[in-house]
């Protein structure tokens, strides 16, 4: 997997575990990104705390901004963990990577996915994969930007 190293001349950003006092911005935050992919949010707080916070499998990390006078967070990483049913290795998987418009170009994406990733390591997994839809702006280009591998330009299959 590519190193990610920190953008130069980027402020502090601080990525963390989320706590339910983190939930009221990541719920807005889940909202924004469902909007920008055309999608109303079925989730509510109390569903995503259950999720995000109770969930075995699942860790919601969160990025703060030490320099900014805001005490929520500026972005998210949403990590979901299975196994391959065949080498029985543990994997995670990105579902959902947000960071605040005022934010982004930052290296705040850049600062989650590399917690994510120490993260899962942490729990066993043997690497990560990330999600993306074709249909987000900047999506695509974001993550070729930190280095990351695209498998195909578009998906390969689809199920509705």
């Not at 120490?118 to 999600?131: D, F, K």
Request: glycine residues 10%; contains cysteine.
């Amino acid at each position: 997997m590519p190193d990610l190293k920190p953008l130069q001349n980027t402020p502090p950003v601080t990525v963390r575990l989320a706590c339910a006092d983190d939930l009221p911005e990541v719920h807005r935050m889940l909202i924004a990104l469902g909007a920008q992919a055309g999608e109303r949010v079925a989730i509510t707080p109390r569903i995503l705390a259950r999720i995000a916070l109770d969930g075995p499998a699942t860790r919601l990390l969160v990025a703060h901004r030490p320099d900014s006078p805001q005490r929520h967070p500026v972005g998210y990483a949403l990590m979901l963990v299975g196994r391959n049913m065949v080498t029985g290795t543990g994997w995670g998987f990105v579902e959902q990577l947000y960071v605040q418009q005022p934010d982004r170009g930052r290296g705040i994406g850049r600062a989650l996915l590399a917690e994510v990733r120490a993260e899962a390591g942490r729990m066993g997994c043997e690497g990560v994969t990330v999600s993306s839809r074709p249909v987000m702006d900047g999506s695509a280009l974001g993550y070729r930007a930190l280095g990351l591998d695209m498998d195909a330009a578009e998906p390969r299959f689809a199920a509705e």
